[in-house]
């Protein structure tokens, strides 16, 4: 007796089967790079403990600067770490994103105060629009607000030297998301935000997971070290697809309207007016 297999549930299994690859494969990429994330500010506090150490500052006051630097990069690593841990918890359904009616204005202004001056030391011009008048929007504002950072700072590492973020004035239902799922008739409005990242730079891809053979020893280069702390615009940029994912929510891929002018958009269900989430 012989059983003929559905040729539509095998595709479909198929299906299943590679975007479950996928998603390991970028899944690993991703704790490869956060890993780097860690090390980095690490290998900068080795480096800079190094110096002092082995007495060479030229004097007191570079040596207390060099601490100073260390704190710095420590306290980088403390939060980059907080973060990879909230969203282990979101992966695993430890917690859950408390969607609820948050001002969208409140949240463009808080993304403005977190990066300004990170624009500001790299010579970026950082432009956010939160619109006309106040408008509430459904969604967890604790993780949009990381979202939207993490997407700036990835704009910002990746090399861009004009930043926008603005809410387009727009209204109509929301439709099929991308993975073809049921409609949904609440409106939408639209952000976007626009950067000027080379386009080989844009958007950021994930470099394939290290293995421990290409993990770098501590460096003691003092310009080695800072150029390491630098943020991975493709950890950033990850980090905010993930994140938005547990949201509900996706970025389509970025439109070019030039070489180096791209554009990215997150269309957010509009709610009445509510308490807000801070």
């Known amino acids: 007796m012989t059983s003929s297999i559905d040729p539509d549930a095998l595709a479909a299994l198929q299906l299943a089967y590679d975007r479950l690859q996928r998603q390991h494969q970028t899944l690993a990429a991703f704790l490869g790079t956060a890993s780097h994330e860690l090390r980095a500010p690490i290998n900068q506090v080795i480096s800079l403990h190094q110096l002092i150490l082995e007495d060479l500052c030229e004097s007191p006051e570079e040596e207390r600067e060099f601490i100073g630097q260390a704190n710095q990069a420590i306290t980088r690593m403390l939060h980059n770490l907080d ?153 950033r940029y990850h980090l905010a697809h993930r994140i938005l994912g547990h949201l509900g929510l996706a970025i389509p891929p970025s439109t070019n309207t030039t070489d180096d002018q791209h554009r990215l958009t997150i269309r957010l269900s509009i709610a009445g007016k509510g308490r807000d989430a801070y």
């Open 83 to 235: 973060t990879l841990i909230s969203l282990s918890k979101l992966d695993i359904g430890a917690i859950s994103p408390v969607c609820e009616p948050i001002s969208l204005g409140m949240v463009l202004n808080k993304v403005r105060q977190f990066t300004e001056m990170q624009c500001i030391n790299r010579q970026c011009r950082l432009t956010v629009n939160p619109g006309p008048d106040p408008l509430w929007v459904l969604s967890d504002a604790r993780w949009l607000l990381q979202a939207l950072i993490s997407l700036v700072e990835a704009a910002l590492a990746a090399g861009s030297t004009a930043i926008t973020l603005e809410r387009l004035e727009n209204g109509e239902p929301q439709g099929s998301d991308p993975d073809g799922n049921q409609p949904n008739d609440q409106p939408v409005v639209t952000l976007q935000l626009v950067c000027n990242a080379p386009a080989n730079q844009w958007p950021p891809n994930l470099p394939p997971s290290p293995t421990v053979a290409d993990s770098p020893s501590p460096p003691y280069n003092l310009l080695e070290a800072s150029s390491q702390s630098s943020p991975s615009p493709g950890f």
